[in-house]
């Protein structure tokens, strides 16, 4: 028998454990102290999700919680559903025949497919409320052309820009041949699970990889690139959460993309995160509010975009300035592990005001401590790996909150079932302190081929 150490599990609520729920909600308007209940469905099911549903689970305002498909580690938190989250049809039924009131989208894929248009065209469903943007929204990430051109629009910095279309290779391979300045950054237009950038130090590199992407490598998402310039800087990113009219900005986070220590070879999905990220002070904040995240917020009204959710603005620090590298209409994924433990506001609270469009009475609490994710990926990830390999250790973990991504069980075994396993996250004093926490654990948790950068937080 294992023991699958949740932090959604009871014994993990016990007054002493350093993830006990948060007392003390801290909206500051009476209406909506007043506890409702709502059955909430979740969709997705990796780490960004395991700790979403153990923020939503910790409300009284969730009375039931469903997670399709979820995880084990979601599983602790409420009742996982084999829901395929990109299919509109299936989860408008499942919300109709189980009384949702509250669709929290975790990753971007339903969000870009429609799933808010979907339910909003129903009548039994156009009630509804849908934390995640509609269809038009969720082109800021599914569209890299159409999010480069909404900031040239906005006058919102970022790296000056060209597209090119696979109907006319010769114009994309002339400039890139003769014009572009190097490095250069190309990029599949639509979604590309993450592998869709690609940074060119060479003219025939570039050259090539223009030739692939144009032919069709990353299927349609290719048929329109955009060419970047290259900047050059430090990069973290900012979680916004908006009701169309206010927004809020939630915990600061930096990721570690690569799979190296040291940031070296090939790009993941993330290998660990951490919150605060020392370098991003009140000044830069400052910077990022006025010349960034308002005329985001003021450009979706303008153009009568539907966006009720989440803005993950993924930024760089080029000398004293941020740049905008992309927009992702969902979380972060590890960044959430890191983002929500330090959020002591109820998150359904929260999710009820962007429903309600009152998010400008809601005032964000952080919890003063730095938090830390490492993230416990399979031998093998970002290329091949193999799955099915038993996880063991968890029992001898202490001080952490081990959220699951790419986990299953087998019987009464967890086992592996994808590249990024577990995200092992801690709070502490310093950001130090609580990665010293996170690497401890890390290491105590086993399974055969595991790998973990020991290096997290090495460039702050
Ligand atoms: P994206 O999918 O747009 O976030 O790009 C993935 C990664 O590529 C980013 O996190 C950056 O590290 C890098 N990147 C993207 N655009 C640029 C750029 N214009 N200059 C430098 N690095 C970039
Ligand atoms: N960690 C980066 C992302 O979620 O896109």
Known sequence: ??????????????????FAPFANPCLTVGRQNRKSSMKILLLGGGGRE??????ISQSPHCTKLYIGPGNPGTA????????????????????????????????EAPLVNGVWNYLRKFRSTSHVAVIGPSMQGAKLEGSKAYAKKFMQDFN????????????????ALSFLKKKATLPIVLKADGLAAGKGVVICQDRDEAVAEMAEMLGGKFGSSSRKVVVEEFLSGIEFSVFVLT???????????????????????????????????PFVDAVMMKKVEERIIKPTIAGLKQRKIEYQGFIFIGLIKVGDDPFVIEYNVRMGDPETEVALPRLKNDLVELFMAVRDR?????????????ATTIILASGGYPGNFPKGKAITGL?????????????????NQLVTSGGRVMAVTSLGKTFRDALAVSNKNAAAIQFEGKYFRGDIGFDL
């Open 395 to 411: 029992d001898k973990t202490e001080g952490s909150i081990i959220f699951h991504a790419g986990t299953k069980t087998v019987g």
């Open 50 to 55: 395991h700790a979403f549903a153990w923020k």
């Open 1 to 18: 028998m294992i023991f699958i150490k949740s932090p959604c599990s009871s014994y993990c609520f016990s007054s002493n454990h350093i």
């Open 156 to 171: 919102i910095p970022t790296a000056g820009y060209r597209e090119f279309f696979a109907t006319r290779p010769a114009s």
């Open 358 to 370: 009152r998010l400008s009475e809601v005032k964000i609490e952080e919890d003063e401590r730095a």
């Open 76 to 107: 602790t938190c409420g009742e996982n559903v084999p829901l395929d989250p990109e299919d509109n049809a299936a989860v408008h039924d499942f919300v109709l025949e189980n009384g949702i009131q509250m669709v929290v989208v975790g990753p």
């Open 243 to 277: 009701d169309g009219d206010s927004y809020k900005i939630l915990p600061v986070a930096k990721d570690y993309k690569r799979i190296g220590e040291g940031d070296t070879g090939l790009n993941t999905g993330g290998m660990g995160a951490v919150s605060p990220p």
